[in-house]
């Protein structure tokens, strides 16, 4: 009755907009459209396909009905991504029975109290990375790629007793290179005609490369297990291998459990090394929260007390850090939707079935109807009382439903250890003066941030 057309920016004949996504950082351009269009929503063709952008909260809160959207994966990068984490969780198509069942069976083992199982072996982790950064005393530090060796090792160890001894080598391991490189070639190919991916033969041939790369990663990974090396059988691949779905009675295929470990590799780690390194980030632009979580570390952690589970558990500056910078610089800027069926959202805008519905995650996570001064670093919006004030869905840095993470309590435990166990430790200077260089591969993450660490002389 009311509807109205959903505005697009303009575009070129057959081409529709395709030819001006940049290569790099297509998110952060799609953000910046996003200021063109105040009502909360546009619509693109790219390669031949019509998605819409949404970020008004209202129209985002009806995109994470699950009664009318699912979550896509088909022409979105996840489908290429599929090309080597196949039906692992993250990118499994929702009717898949190996997404109900993976669900199910790993569950447990992301409980709030699955946690204190795994916080000796992240406390060990973050210890190294404690030893790496007192050895560098005066210089700087490359801090996305240590959170990036502190993050691998922890999924890695706790989750399949594996050890990459990241801290031991200059070089990040190989796997990270592999995983970088085709995660940029599954995004490229989203953006492309297949006509043209197939004319990349090189690019083609460096990809299936990179994928085996993984792929012999993780057959070592599970052959070491398999003939009784490691430890944890109550761990990730101990449950993959060995517990029974409790609806179906059945064990995970073998080709499922590599899938999942290649995809707990990397869900696993590539986002908490953002959120860090954009946490750290903050607070070196925000010197009285940092001040905050100073004195709460000096508090809590007096001296060269080493944290435990329980003391983790009581931050309470710390986890508001993290809320906080999930909301200015969620590490996944970008997740799709589409409906079931045709529907209309806002009253006004028509979706046809199967169309790819994206969620804006900056533009969300800053919309001027749940946020007020949504640029200002401010932790407490996140104070009970404000946050009772929020609205329900202007926040999705973990995604929504039953597609939300699975790893959000690991990820968070692991982040509130690692950061408090720095500032227990260190001071920072930005000697370089950095300017945020965001880099996209999926997932974004601060570009070559360095910053000169020194021992923290103050709390003794
Ligand atoms: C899914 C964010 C850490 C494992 C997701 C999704 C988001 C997300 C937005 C939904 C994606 C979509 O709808 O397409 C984050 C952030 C993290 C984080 C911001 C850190 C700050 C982790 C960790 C793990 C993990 C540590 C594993 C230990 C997964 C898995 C899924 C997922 C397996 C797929 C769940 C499913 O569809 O069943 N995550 N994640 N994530 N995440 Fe995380």
Known sequence: NDLRPIRSPRGIPLLGNTPQIPDTNPVEYFGELSKQFPEGIYGMDIAGIEQVFVYDPDLVAEVCDETRFFKQI???????????????????????????????????????????????????????????WESREGQPVNITDDYTRLTLDTIALSGFGYRFKSFDKEELHPFLNALLEALIESMRRSQELPMMTKLRKADDRKYRQNIQLMRDLVESVIKERREGKGTGEEDLLGLMLQATDPESGKLLADDNVRDQVVTFLIA??????????????????????????????????????????????????????????????????????????????????????????????????????????????????????????????????????????????????????????????????????YKMDVREALTRKPGDFQLVVRKRQDHQ
Request: charged letters at 25%; one cysteine or more.
């Open 268 to 433: 696993g780690h590539e986002t908490t090394s953002g959120l860090l390194s954009f946490a750290t980030y903050s607070l070196m632009r925000n010197p009285h929260v940092l001040a905050q979580a100073y004195a709460e570390v000096d508090r809590l952690l007096p001296g060269d007390t080493v944290p435990d589970y329980d003391t983790i558990m009581q931050l309470d500056v710390i986890p508001r850090i993290l809320e906080e910078t999930l909301r200015l610089w969620a590490p996944i800027p970008l997740i799709a939707k589409a409906p079931i069926d045709d529907t209309v959202i806002g009253d006004r805008y028509e979706l046809k079935k199967g169309t790819r519905a994206n969620i804006l995650m900056g533009a969300l996570h800053s919309h001027p109807k749940a946020w007020d001064r949504p640029e200002e670093f401010d932790i407490d919006r996140w104070l009970p009382e404000n946050r009772a004030q929020q609205h329900p869905h202007a926040y999705k840095p973990f995604g929504n439903g039953v597609r939300a993470c699975i790893g959000r309590q690991f990820a968070l435990t692991e982040a509130r250890l690692a950061l408090a166990l720095v500032l227990q430790k260190f001071r920072f200077s930005d000697t370089t003066d």
């Open 74 to 132: 088909d022409k979105t990068p996840l489908s290429h991504v599929r090309d080597y984490t196949g039906a692992g969780l993250f990118t499994a198509h929702q009717h898949e029975e190996e997404w109900a069942m993976a669900h199910r069976i790993l569950l447990p083992a992301f409980s709030q109290r699955a946690m204190k199982t795994y916080f000796g072996q992240m406390l060990e982790i973050a210890q190294n990375l404690v030893g790496k």
